[in-house]
T-cell receptor
């Protein structure tokens, strides 16, 4: 049990739709990062938020966007869904940007 | 960018056997973590080990930062050790993102 919770656990969406995934950080953690894991691959960094500001972004298009709230919970929004967006989306929280990351159980998104 | 290579890609063991998983990285790092991903997708922290040696029960890890590799040792393996083991690093001088290897899929048979 990492104290990081994600919702929903599973989701099916249609191509072109928009989706919002949610993450509740471990208590006291001010940094949250999002990762996309395609089947059979390692997780790929999407972006990181530190104290409500974006603190680094991976090689993902602008239709992937995020927010971090004052209580340090976070959202990942994906617009104009494509079939290739089907993946496990993982949220990780940490005390600060450089310290140990603790992952949630993930949201499995299927785009049909 | 930094490259993270894990070996072997697949490993099949009988219960009770020992194993060593390797992680090579191509540049200096600030942070290195080992994770175990269970069949439900959860990434479980095993070690935060940018350098040195740590042990936790049947598992231990060693990182030699100057030679850019880390090893994860599993002794007396159990069927519950099955899953995918990932090494992830935070490169020096970059954003504080974890860069993952492709993982080692471990299967422990009874």
């Amino acid at each position: 049990e990492t104290g990081v919770t994600q919702s929903p656990t599973h989701l099916i969406k249609t191509r072109g739709q928009q989706v919002t995934l949610r993450c509740s950080s471990q208590s006291g953690h001010n940094t949250v990062s999002w990762y996309q894991q395609a089947l059979g691959q390692g997780p790929q960094f999407i972006f990181q938020y530190y104290r409500e500001e974006e603190n680094g972004r991976g090689n993902f298009p602008p239709r992937f966007s995020g927010l971090q709230f004052p209580n340090y919970s976070s959202e990942l929004n994906v617009n104009a869904l494509e079939l290739d967006d089907s993946a496990l989306y993982l949220c990780a929280s940490s005390l600060d940007p450089g310290s140990t990351a603790f992952f949630g159980q993930g949201t499995r998104l299927t785009v049909v | 960018g930094i490259q993270v290579e894990q070996s072997p890609p697949d490993l099949i063991l009988q219960e009770g056997a020992n194993s060593t998983l390797r992680c090579n990285f191509s540049d200096s790092v600030n942070n290195l973590q080992w994770f175990h991903q269970n069949p439900w997708g959860q990434l479980i922290n095993l070690f935060y080990i940018p350098s040195g040696t740590k042990q936790n029960g049947r598992l231990s890890a060693t990182t030699v930062a100057t030679e850019r590799y880390s090893l994860l040792y599993i002794s007396s393996s159990q069927t519950t050790d099955s899953g995918v083991y990932f090494c992830a690093v935070v490169p020096q001088g970059g954003s504080e993102k974890l860069v993952f290897g492709k993982g080692t899929k471990l299967t422990v048979n009874p």
